[in-house]
């Protein structure tokens, strides 16, 4: 177990990461790129953390499968109510906060539903189409086939079995983790230092409970962890690059301010 400690405690340190490169400025429209060379690194982090795993796939899968872990009942408890979190619980919670906050006329509560769930619509696609190329085997197929990957085998009939790479559940969690960690870095800036901790320790936890549950190798989570954490980020730094865009206009509370040219339209985003 040393070293599935190890395997969430990089993941968490890797995605928590991204949250210190999260832009402060609470009051001006992002002109940051959507795309960075920060960025790239973080990718590049990822797919050297998902190669590192897979030859360490089978040996995590072995350990989880032991009759010691799997007959130990708060593990199990556990892992059903994070596997619960990251689909549906993490989509209810989206939704829910978007309509409440439309209700009550909160703000920033209905802006980080909004693009919460944006973010996880977008990680759920994304992975999706990935899981149908690549065809990977789960581990509950075989334990001792780690290796079994086939072209396009994903979009079969019957093919939940071969859809194992990359894990949705934790691409849900840290598509989040890494919107709220994201929202919240510009409302309140000296608020990081505890909500991504937070955030992304709840998402590698999602994460490991797949591995737990025999449904995904080690490589699966850390692929789906990027994934849920870029599609986060991005929906976040888009929406604040393009303030009065067509979702927000439609599905958030315009507010309309005289200037000396006019009037202006944009979003209101209230304290809360």
Not at 220 to 232: K, N
């Amino acid at each position: 177990m040393h070293k599935l400690l190890r395997l969430t405690t990089a993941i968490a340190i890797a995605t928590s990461s991204v949250a210190s490169a999260q832009p402060t400025d609470t009051t001006k429209i992002s002109h940051e790129p959507l795309f960075t060379s920060k960025d790239a690194w973080i990718a590049a982090g990822f797919v050297a953390g998902t190669i590192a795993m897979y030859p360490a796939d089978r040996y995590f899968a072995r350990k989880l499968q032991t009759p010691h872990n799997q007959e130990n009942r708060f593990l199990n408890d556990a892992a059903s109510g994070f596997r619960f979190m990251g689909t549906p619980g993490s989509m209810i919670i989206g939704v829910s906060m978007y309509g409440v906050g439309r209700i009550a006329k909160v703000d920033r509560m209905a802006d980080l539903g909004l693009h919460g769930t944006e973010a996880l619509f977008l990680a759920q696609n994304v992975v999706a189409l990935v899981k149908g190329i690549a065809g990977r085997a789960r581990p509950q197929a075989s334990i001792e086939d780690e290796r079994s990957f086939v072209f396009a085998r994903g979009f079969g009939k019957d093919s939940d079995l071969y859809r194992s790479f990359p894990s949705g559940h934790s691409a849900m969690g840290f598509a989040a983790a890494a919107a709220v960690t994201s929202e919240t870095s510009k409302w309140w800036p000296n608020s990081t230092w505890y909500i991504a901790p937070i955030m992304y320790g709840g998402a590698t936890l999602i994460a490991a409970s797949r591995m737990y549950n025999n449904k995904h190798w080690a490589s699966d989570v850390v692929m789906g962890a990027a994934i849920g954490t870029f599609a986060g980020t991005k929906v976040v730094r888009y929406h604040h690059s393009h303030p009065g865009n067509k979702i927000d206009k439609w599905l958030l509370r315009p507010t309309v301010q005289k200037t000396p040219d006019g009037v202006a339209v944009g979003m209101s985003i209230q304290n809360w």
